[in-house]
């Protein structure tokens, strides 16, 4: 009841709500939300692609889940750095919380895929779908960043982005090391 209770609360009044969330640090809401965007992204894939072996699907979901936790905790830890040095407050487990909370919007990829498998014309529309669930992901990101931290909405959005130009870097360098060693393995 807690979770819904929350979700009454951010929809009335948000600022509250926001500081509530950053206050209680409640994990168990992030993995929630972890959780529930994962399983959308599975979801939406199984049904685009015409299905999936039950052991793929698991393997895939846990494999989605971890690389979303991970990034959720690389950006929640970098954002919060650039935000406590700026505004000299904040939680870095509220970020993560409230980052895990944004996953929630990804329920909308469910929603599409299934007006896919009744509709097939609709593929042509899927990576546009992607980008605009993206995007509101994003601004319900920068909204919650906004009323928690009481930055301006500018100021927000470039914090958050310079939080994820390391992410993106190391994203690289990881994917570089990765290519050499498999270069070195077969030569």
Do not use: W
């Not at 926001?18 to 199984?46: P, W």
């Not at 905790?73 to 935000?83: D, P, R, T």
């Not at 909308?108 to 509709?119: E, K, R």
């Not at 009323?147 to 990881?174: C, D, E, I, N, Q």
Request: glycine content about 8%; some cysteine.
């Amino acid at each position: 009841m807690n979770f819904i209770n929350t979700v009454y609360d951010f929809v009335t009044e948000p600022s509250k709500a926001v500081d509530d969330i950053i206050k209680t640090r409640s994990l168990f809401m992030a993995f929630l939300g972890y959780v529930t965007g994962s399983l959308s992204i599975m979801i939406m894939l199984a049904l685009g692609e015409g299905g999936m072996s039950n052991f793929g699907f698991t393997f895939a979901f846990f494999g989605v889940l971890f690389a979303d936790i991970c990034i959720g905790f690389f950006v929640a830890s970098s954002a919060h750095l650039l935000l406590e040095l700026s505004t000299g407050k904040g939680s870095a487990a509220g970020l993560f919380t409230l980052i895990g909370l944004s996953q929630f919007s990804l329920t909308l990829l469910v929603s599409f895929a299934l007006m896919q498998a009744a509709l097939p014309a609709l593929t042509v529309f899927k990576g546009f779908v992607v980008v605009i669930v993206s995007v509101l992901q994003l601004c319900f990101i920068l909204y919650m960043m906004n009323k928690a931290y009481g930055l301006s909405k500018v100021r927000t959005f470039f914090t958050l982005a310079l939080s994820l130009a390391p992410a993106v870097l190391s994203m690289f360098m990881a994917g570089g090391a990765a290519l050499a060693l498999i270069i070195y393995l077969l030569f």
